[in-house]
């Protein structure tokens, strides 16, 4: 059973930082894409960031802007999430997901391609 867990989430001021992991457990596949989600009260799910195995091809959300920076140790299965620079609009529980399926750069942001979630962590920012 694959199975996500995410962690890293908590309560930092504006500006400040944090480094978010996802460790995934009962993992058999060569070829992944993993990356990361984020939903705030009221709001849709939204991608963040999210990278393919096979060649490190990543996606970040254009509200990003060069603060997040994901990354991926494929001998732990684990990718990481650094936030920089955060924002009170940061303010999300942030879910980790991973899909088998053959993916290309483009289907990194969509939700739907992803079938393995984690329970998510929680950031929050404050002003």
């Known amino acids: 059973e694959v199975q996500l867990q995410a962690s890293g989430g908590g309560l930092v001021q504006s500006g400040g930082s944090l480094r978010l992991s996802c460790a995934a457990s009962?993992?058999?596949?060569?070829?992944?894409?993993i990356g990361w989600f984020r939903q705030a009260p009221g709001k849709e799910r939204e991608a963040v960031s999210c990278?393919?195995?096979?060649?490190?091809?990543?996606y970040y959300g254009d509200f990003v802007k060069g603060r997040f920076t994901i990354s991926l140790d494929n001998a732990k299965n684990t990718v990481y999430l650094q936030l920089n620079s955060l924002k009170p609009e940061d303010t999300a529980v942030y879910y980790c997901?991973?899909?088998?399926?053959?993916?290309?750069?483009?289907?990194?942001?969509?939700?739907?391609?992803?079938?393995?979630w984690g329970k998510g962590t929680q950031v929050t920012v404050s002003s």
């Open positions: 009962g993992w058999i596949f060569d070829d992944y894409a």
């Open positions: 990278i393919l195995s096979s060649d490190g091809s990543t």
């Open positions: 997901a991973a899909s088998e399926r053959p993916m290309s750069q483009v289907g990194l942001r969509h939700a739907t391609l992803y079938d393995y």
